[in-house]
Nanobody, 124 residues
Framework: QVQLVESGGGLVQAGGSLRLSCVASRGTFSRYAMGWFRQAPGTEREFVAGISWIGGKSYYADSVKGRFTVSRDNAKNTVYLQMNGLKPEDTAVYYC?????????????????WGQGTQVTVSS
């Protein structure tokens, strides 16, 4: 099982930027599909972005396309989420997730490794 630790959350004004990081330990990071999810109070955990380990192909939720960018550095066992043009509705706890598969799944139940989450708050 891979262990995941997120960082980089915080409070930012609308229109601002944050970069989240997720460092993996144990397991073979380079063989894991990685996903970013978020969960606001009273809502279900939703897919934000994901990246495969083959070719680094990325996927995004429609709500973040053009504003967020997911990337990975296999040498550092790290996946990033660059968030630009943040909106108040982006406020949530952000989680990274991993699964030892080629496919990047967009539903939380498909992932079996999770970080503890990092809070992102966007003020209007």
């Amino acid at each position: 099982q891979v262990q995941l630790v997120e960082s980089g959350g915080g409070l930012v004004q609308a229109g601002g930027s944050l970069r989240l990081s997720c460092v993996a330990s144990r397991g073979t990071f380079s063989r894991y599909a990685m996903g970013w999810f978020r969960q606001a109070p009273g809502t279900e955990r939703e897919f934000v972005a994901g990246i495969s380990w083959i070719g680094g192909k990325s996927y995004y939720a429609d709500s973040v396309k053009g504003r967020f960018t997911v990337s990975r550095d296999n040498a550092k066992n790290t996946v990033y989420l660059q968030m630009n043009g943040l909106k108040p509705e982006d406020t949530a706890v952000y989680y990274c997730a991993a699964r030892a598969t080629i496919v990047v799944h967009t539903t939380a139940k498909e992932y079996d490794n999770w970080g503890q989450g990092t809070q992102v708050t966007v003020s209007s």
